[in-house]
């Protein structure tokens, strides 16, 4: 894993928009689609196309960003969503989203995450993280 632990705690949730969806480097699919992030973030597409188990990752504290991000691109509220992840969790349906509680935290699991995916700021990436592009 990268160093970065001090670049990152240097900023304040504020300048952490996550403005950049990101996957683990050994996750195949660097290009999704707003349909299939939605289905991701659902919880309805489980699996990348090689069968890895998809894991979301999210940064509590950036919720603000998170959300204005999740109504721009996808057109669906953050309620819809956190509702979502609660029936699937119950239901046991899939697993929902992990929490942390720093953007530290937040790459460090991604990066060990095989299948993991998760929003963080550009200026955060790391080597052992691949960039996502959103296709329309």
Sequence with gaps: MMAHASQSSAYSPD??????????????????????????????KTRWSNNQRIQIFLYAEDSE???EFIVNQLGVF?????????????????????IV???????ERLEATPGAIGFIPQSLMTSELQRVTISD
């Design 65 to 67: 960003a998170f959300n």
């Design 78 to 98: 953050p309620y819809q969503l956190r509702r979502h992840w609660k029936r699937s969790g119950f239901s046991g349906r899939a697993s929902p989203p992990v």
């Design 15 to 44: 300048t952490l928009s996550p403005d950049t969806l990101v996957a683990n480097l050994n996750q195949s699919e660097t290009e999704v689609s707003k349909q299939q992030l939605s289905k991701i973030l659902t919880l309805k």
């Design 101 to 107: 509680d720093s953007m530290d935290e937040l790459i």
